[in-house]
């Protein structure tokens, strides 16, 4: 029997009191942070298999094990599909959830380095999914969450239809806030489905929690 997942624990009561000035300095400013080289490589595995592909790119950000990648492939098969995550012992999983589809990759790289190369390339999205990231729920940890870190501006750059889903509303509600404050509009929601598409999914679903949803056009 699958474990039940608990609930965030946050000490925040609402939106983060610095948000607004956290945002806009990121957004200002760019990123100095040696690119790992482990992430270059990964890059550089990624453009081999793109070779001279020029249809429609999709991201699966923080994408695990890979499960939904592979959903994400199978839902769009003229499109190519990259997931990325950090954790190789996530990544390692993936033969689990592996699908004989050719349009996905699975790589193992660090988000933000990669999101840098994309852009350092010219490469733009078609649609970016961004699923049940660690939220980084405790107050002090603001800056650890996408939208208040350096990868947000390298995420618009990128363009696309981008999809944040999470169990904290807060986050979404943050996310929210951080694009209305580079001007981009955007919708949250609730998110219901038939089926889960990745194992966190699931987990939050069988514990009872909701999935919230955000949608912005880039």
């Avoid at 300095?25 to 070779?51: E, N, V």
């Avoid at 689990?96 to 349009?103: D, I, V």
């Avoid at 806030?177 to 679903?205: C, H, M, T």
Wanted: hydrophobic content about 40%; aromatic content about 8%; charged content about 15%.
């Amino acid at each position: 029997m699958q474990q039940q997942s608990r609930t965030i624990i946050t000490n925040q009561t609402g939106i983060h009191q610095n948000l607004h000035k956290v945002v806009t300095r990121q957004l200002a400013s760019a990123s100095q942070k040696p690119l790992s080289a482990h992430t270059q490589q990964a890059f550089q595995d990624a453009i081999s298999w793109l070779g001279d592909w020029q249809g429609a790119l999709i991201l699966d950000s923080c994408c695990g094990v890979g499960e939904s990648t592979v959903n994400i492939a199978q839902a769009h098969p003229h499109a190519r599909v990259i997931g990325i995550d950090k954790s190789a012992l996530r990544t390692d999983k993936h033969q689990a959830y592996a699908s004989t589809l050719q349009n996905y990759l699975v790589l193992r790289a660090d988000l933000s380095d990669f999101l840098r190369l994309l852009v350092l390339s010219d490469k733009k999205l078609t649609k970016h999914y961004l699923l049940y990231p660690n939220p980084y729920p405790k107050s002090a940890h603001l800056q650890r969450r996408w939208y208040a870190s350096s990868a947000l501006k390298d995420m618009l750059k990128l363009g696309g239809i981008l999809e944040v889903r999470s169990n904290w509303q807060l986050y979404i509600q943050e996310f929210s806030a951080a694009l209305a404050i580079a001007n981009i509009s955007n919708q949250i929601g609730v998110f219901k489905s038939d089926k889960a598409i990745s194992p966190f999914e699931r987990k939050y679903w069988q514990s009872g929690q909701t999935s919230w949803q955000l949608m912005a056009k880039l």
